[in-house]
């Protein structure tokens, strides 16, 4: 059953599709799909779901719990179901016992009545969000997810087709990647403090160890079978007998003889002599015996690693994402690339295939409104799909059109946050770095190693070539390209600062790589430290002379911090002004912590995360309100064109979208995806420096 209802005194409605005459069904098809009538509707995406199932594309919706998250900002304590969305604003109580007593398929007068109460709620609650909306000024932000909210639904309603072969083959070739991690993380324990912890926790063995348990019949069965092949069995009246009979063959015994005795007399060290001395290969193979400089810790287990985190760290209170964020050794690093190599096997092995329908495809759900702005999903967690460098794409590349002759088409943002940092900043290296194409992480790195950075090219260094740099578009040419189109007019010839190949360079380019990035997500010198593999104290003097190079960045960032500090709210950039809103902030004495702040002293850690929080969220919203809109107009530009049949919506991952076209129309779907992305891009930078790259594929392959 289906409910939604028209604002403004409008008329409810309550239907059933599996009831509805032909007739009936064009009449509120003409309504459902009108882009002239708002629906209201609390949690559209789950209607949008079913009716897309049954051809059904819904347009123009208000979605009252969407309203309820973007008053909020997400906050994910606040539970935004209807009932408790109109106790919250009216102090009723409706009744949501009759909520799942729909499946029955029996449609019951009481089960309408409850239907329809539920919709007369939806025009209240509208009319007081909206008044929230203008107080605020978030009218932006509510139009830009009424309509996000139909491309989600789509996406999950679509699905992505799995295959399940090259998923498993992945699976297969994780298996070195998870070895390599564990081993990197094993190097620590030959290393002070480690090896000392590791000995007196008596997880690091300093000689041979001998694990066999003689009490288990199965373990000395095992034994016996493959010592004495000859016995049928290892319980004491077989082996008694076997000796019986012996003896009375051999009165002057056997080895054989003298083994068992000395196993059933519980001389267990004979037996263990006699199994070294026969096959010592055997007993270190099947684990037996262990060798000096065995390891036994369980790494994924808290209670045996977190005491040795807080050897480390002291303060560590857990081992989540959170707590290791804060510290600045780099075994935690190691740690937690070990915990993600596993999941390649355990949450991305064969497990995965939970997630995947009858239809063969994954269709994953969207949480729209988390309190950074940015989007989640479940069940699966897609923006996780493994795409590190030790993976590369392959988990992605299992991902495939729904057709085997369409193929996929994906586009996503170049450097998108690092593109909102230079146009909030107006950082003049930054922007000219941009603009011309060249290498932002190498650029800095220059300015901010110096002459550390000139010492460290060798002899092949691209970085400091001379190129052709066309002045209009910012291309560039080598000598050769150049030449091999006749010194063609408009170019430039200048150090082209591109990103080089010099071992010194990339280690010093990865460095300001991490601050760059670091920047949308307020890193501390404690998580650069880790990152960098270095102390705190030279992570901070890196992080003062970055500051040092970048005023301008220092500025606007310092300026959100104060912004969120004094405020208790931080937003993101026109037009659309979204809002974070920090819960705790009254809790605090803000105007004597920010007047002591501007001096540099930090006097309460809630509020240090609020200032963190509030550097993040501008960059981090803006461009998630950037790749909303980017849904958005492709999912218009889909229906205005009337290429349903052509172009399908299957995903989307932080600033990439990822579409199926069919084949012969890819190539000019492709031009027209840029283009598009392109457009919605310069709503967050109107100087036109974000770009995109898409391709065209078989296989989902950004």
């Given at each position: 059953m289906y409910s939604f209802g028209i604002p403004c005194g409008g008329d409810q409605f309550v239907f059933d599709l599996k009831y509805v005459t032909p007739s009936q069904i064009a009449m509120l098809n003409s309504i459902i799909e009108s882009t002239s009538v708002t629906k209201l509707i609390h949690n559209a995406a789950f209607e949008y779901m079913t009716l897309y199932t049954s051809g059904i594309i819904m347009e123009n919706v208000y979605d009252t719990m969407l309203g309820e998250m973007i008053l909020d900002s997400g906050n994910n304590t606040v539970s935004y179901s209807l009932d408790d969305t109109v106790y919250r604003r009216f102090f009723v109580i409706i009744s949501k016992m009759l909520q799942k007593s729909f499946a029955d398929g029996i449609v019951s007068t009481d089960q309408i009545e409850y239907a329809a109460t539920d919709v007369a709620w939806l025009g209240f609650i509208r009319r007081q969000q909206m008044l929230g909306y203008h107080q605020w000024d978030l009218e932006w932000v509510a139009a830009l997810e009424m309509e996000a909210v139909l491309g989600y639904a789509e996406i999950t309603a679509e699905g992505i087709q799995l295959d399940k072969d090259k998923w498993i083959e992945n699976e297969q070739l994780a298996e070195p990647v998870v070895a390599e991690s564990l081993r990197r993380l094993n190097a620590w324990v030959q290393e002070e403090p480690?090896?000392?912890?590791?000995?007196?926790?008596?997880?690091?063995?300093?000689?041979?160890?001998?694990?066999?348990?003689?009490?288990?019949?199965?373990?000395?069965?095992?034994?016996?079978?493959?010592?004495?092949?000859?016995?049928?069995?290892?319980?004491?009246?077989?082996?008694?007998?076997?000796?019986?009979?012996?003896?009375?063959?051999?009165?002057?015994?056997?080895?054989?003889?003298?083994?068992?005795?000395?196993?059933?007399?519980?001389?267990?060290?004979?037996?263990l002599e006699y199994f070294l001395k026969k096959d010592y290969n055997f007993m270190y193979a099947q684990a037996y015996m262990l060798p000096a400089g065995h390891i036994s810790i369980n790494w994924n287990s808290v209670d045996q690693v977190l005491p040795l985190?807080?050897?480390?760290?002291?303060?560590?209170k857990s081992l989540d994402a959170d707590n290791i964020a804060k510290t600045s050794h780099p075994f935690f690093i190691d740690?937690?690339?070990?915990?993600?190599?596993?999941?390649?096997?355990?949450?991305?092995?064969?497990?995965?295939?939970?997630?995947?329908?009858?239809?063969?495809?994954?269709?994953?759900?969207?949480?729209?409104?988390?309190?950074?702005?940015?989007?989640?999903?479940?069940?699966?967690?897609?923006?996780?799909?493994?795409?590190k460098k030790a993976v590369g794409l392959r988990y992605r590349n299992a991902f495939i059109p729904h057709d085997p002759n369409w193929d996929m088409v994906d586009s996503d943002y170049a450097s998108q946050e690092l593109v909102a940092i230079a146009e909030l900043s107006k950082d003049p290296v930054w922007l000219k770095a941009l603009q011309e194409g060249r290498d932002l992480h190498s650029v800095c790195a220059e300015l901010v190693f110096k002459d550390k950075w000139k010492n460290a090219q060798d002899t092949t260094c691209h970085y400091y070539e001379k190129q052709?740099?066309?002045?209009?578009?910012?291309?560039?040419?080598?000598?050769?390209?150049?030449?091999?189109?006749?010194?063609?007019?408009?170019?430039?010839?200048?150090?082209?600062?591109?990103?080089?190949?010099?071992k010194r360079h990339g280690v010093l380019r990865e460095g300001i790589k991490s601050i760059n990035f670091g920047l949308a997500y307020g890193m501390s010198e404690f998580k650069l430290a880790a990152t960098m593999r270095t102390s705190v104290p030279e992570a901070k003097a890196l992080i003062d002379q970055y500051f040092r190079e970048f005023p301008s960045i220092k500025s606007v960032l310092n300026y959100f911090e104060w912004f969120g500090i004094t405020y208790g709210y931080i937003m993101t950039p026109a037009p659309f002004f979204r809002k974070r809103w920090f819960p705790d902030w009254q809790k605090y004495n803000l105007s004597y912590y920010a007047e002591e702040h501007l001096m540099?002293?930090?006097?309460?850690?809630?509020?240090?995360?609020?200032?963190?929080?509030?550097?993040?969220?501008?960059?981090?919203?803006?461009?998630?309100?950037?790749?909303?809109?980017?849904l958005v107009m492709i999912r218009m530009y889909i229906n205005d064109n009337k290429l349903r049949d052509r172009v399908k919506l299957v995903m989307q991952v932080h600033d990439q979208n990822t579409t199926s076209a069919r084949r012969d129309y890819a190539p000019q779907w492709s031009n027209e995806l840029t283009s598009i992305m392109i457009e919605a891009g310069k709503w967050l930078v109107p100087s036109g420096l974000l770009g995109c790259e898409t391709t065209v594929s078989p296989v989902w392959t950004k």
């Open positions: 480690f090896r000392s912890w590791f000995i007196k926790n008596n997880y690091l063995l300093t000689e041979d160890k001998c694990v066999i348990n003689w009490n288990s019949h199965p373990t000395v069965r095992a034994l016996f079978a493959h010592y004495f092949p000859f016995l049928k069995g290892a319980t004491q009246p077989i082996l008694k007998q076997y000796i019986k009979s012996t003896l009375e063959e051999f009165p002057e015994g056997t080895l054989g003889t003298y083994i068992l005795t000395a196993y059933i007399e519980k001389r267990y060290e004979v037996v985190g807080q050897l480390l760290h002291p303060k560590l740690l937690t690339d070990y915990k993600d190599a596993l999941k390649l096997i355990s949450t991305y092995g064969q497990a995965f295939f939970k997630h995947v329908d009858s239809d063969g495809k994954v269709h994953s759900k969207f949480t729209q409104i988390v309190s950074t702005g940015r989007v989640s999903s479940k069940d699966p967690n897609m923006q996780n799909i493994p795409a052709w740099r066309h002045i209009v578009d910012n291309t560039w040419l080598s000598m050769d390209e150049y030449q091999a189109r006749h010194q063609p007019s408009g170019y430039v010839y200048e150090v082209r600062k591109g990103k080089c190949k010099c540099g002293v930090r006097r309460d850690n809630k509020l240090a995360e609020i200032g963190r929080q509030s550097k993040n969220a501008p960059i981090q919203g803006g461009s998630a309100d950037s790749a909303k809109l980017s």
